[in-house]
């Protein structure tokens, strides 16, 4: 049920066999594209008018003959100077196929500026007394309104005098007017570019990947936008939900903070910048929990570190003398086996932090290794460390956060009833890695008796 145009027959040169198409409003025409149910002409000619069919300017000629039929060069070099010219070409004069070849011409391909000009391949012939077009399409944009979809234009019947001469023809595209020949055209399809381009362009590859449905491509998003549709923010902005993507202000800065993010680019969805170690906020503009600012614009935050607790430590029960408070704990600091039998347990822990709690010091320690213990069962991990604020104010034992000490104390009822409790008469050494060995023999020792001796 194919519906085809067909020539007045037996029409040969110089006489010309003219089809126009009048669109009813002005277009920028992107491409056209002719479908011919009999051979392809062997000369052909596209005309366009801007005054309503007044006058006439070439747009393009296809023919075997170019400096015969229209005084042009074939295939000739297409160049700035003269891209707006219409150009002669022997492409798609060949004889074959017989039915259903196309002539196809657009203004975007090959063209310095973009605006090409590309046959699709498909050949005329010029054996028949008359040519017959089975569809004729023109891609056309209207402002920003209309490079979306092509015009496809059918005939209202079977057959319609119009177009292919065997001579020079003029195929005229009519940019105002009234339908004319029988012929109709289709609703043209809007670019959508959400309110944020005045322009847009056709793209026959991208109309093409559609399934021939949109070829449109916004030119010059506005408002922050980017996108084909101008439908996502461009870099350095994200999206502001609490607006369609259609309002002018639908995209928001990031306003990441210049020393504190790590980039300027955000989160696209949320404005989440990317922040620097230790640093917060949806801007990166603050210190996190546990980090002061500093004075580094490549680290803006550090890490807090723990207070000693001896410059803190104060207590009304402190003693007046610490030297005779401590004097019993004073002496060598060296580890024999007579004061690994001393003591109730012995352990190298490692301190993590430090709290005031009353009168007391409580220290969270990660016990590293266990050497020795007494009733209360010590175990590997953390575990938390007693120590009254009298002895810790004198110095007795004396420890400081993020360093490793072999301890050996006394079991003694702690706070809280958990953990472990150190006081002046403790051993508190900073740890040595010789020392491990040495304590493993004090282990074996007092598994054979050795401690009771001793």
């Known amino acids: 049920n194919l519906t085809c145009w067909q020539s007045d027959s037996y029409v040969q040169y110089p006489h010309n066999v003219t089809l126009t198409l009048s669109l009813g409003k002005k277009f920028e025409v992107t491409y056209v594209s002719l479908q011919f149910c009999s051979p392809r002409p062997e000369s052909m000619a596209i005309h366009k008018s801007m005054d309503y069919g007044k006058t006439w300017v070439p747009f393009q000629f296809y023919s075997t003959q170019c400096r015969k039929m229209y005084n042009k060069p074939s295939r000739a070099a297409i160049t700035k100077q003269n891209e707006q010219e219409a150009v002669c070409t022997d492409s798609h004069t060949d004889v074959r196929p017989l039915s259903g070849g196309l002539i196809a011409f657009s203004t975007l391909d090959g063209r310095p500026t ?35 979809s092509p015009v496809h234009v059918r005939s209202r019947t079977s057959r319609v005098s119009s177009a292919m001469h065997t001579g020079s023809p003029r195929v005229g595209t009519s940019v105002a007017g009234a339908d004319a020949d029988g012929l109709r055209s289709l609703p043209l399809a ?39 549709h101008c439908h996502y923010c461009k870099e350095g902005f994200y999206r502001d939900l609490s607006k369609p993507i259609s309002h002018r202000k639908a995209c928001k800065e990031c306003d990441c903070h210049p020393v504190g993010a790590a980039g300027q680019t955000c989160n696209q969805t949320t404005g989440q910048c990317p922040c620097k170690d230790g640093v917060t906020g949806i801007t990166c503009n603050r210190c996190a929990k546990g980090y002061q600012q500093s004075r580094s614009p490549i680290a803006p935050c550090i890490k807090i570190p723990a207070a000693p607790p001896t410059t803190a430590a ?35 822990i490692h301190i993590l932090k430090a709290e005031k709690n009353a009168d007391w010091w409580k220290f969270t320690v990660n016990i590293i290794s266990v050497y020795k213990q007494g009733s209360n069962r010590i175990r590997r991990g953390d575990q938390t460390l007693w120590i009254h604020s009298k002895d810790i104010a004198c110095k007795c034992p004396k420890i400081k956060p993020m360093k490793k000490y072999l301890l050996l104390g006394n079991n003694e009822d702690s706070p809280d009833q958990s953990g472990i409790i150190a006081d002046k008469t403790s051993l508190v050494i900073q740890w040595r890695d010789t020392w491990a060995r040495r304590l493993r023999k004090f282990q074996q020792r007092e598994k054979k008796g050795k401690c009771k001796k001793a």
């Open 114 to 148: 973009e605006l090409d000009l590309v046959g699709m391949q498909s050949p005329p012939y010029s054996a028949l007394p008359f040519y017959e077009a089975a569809d004729v399409q023109l891609g056309l944009s209207s402002d920003c309104s209309a490079s979306a």
């Open 190 to 228: 809007a670019c959508n570019c959400n309110l944020h381009a005045r322009r847009c362009r056709f793209n026959m590859e991208l109309y093409k990947l559609s399934g021939r449905k949109s070829g449109g491509v916004c030119l010059n998003c506005r408002h922050n936008t980017a996108g084909r």
């Open 314 to 348: 104060s207590s009304t029960e402190e003693p007046a003398d610490c030297d005779s408070y401590c004097k019993a704990s004073k002496g060598k600091l060296k580890i024999n086996m007579k004061k690994y039998c001393k003591k109730d347990y012995a352990v190298q």
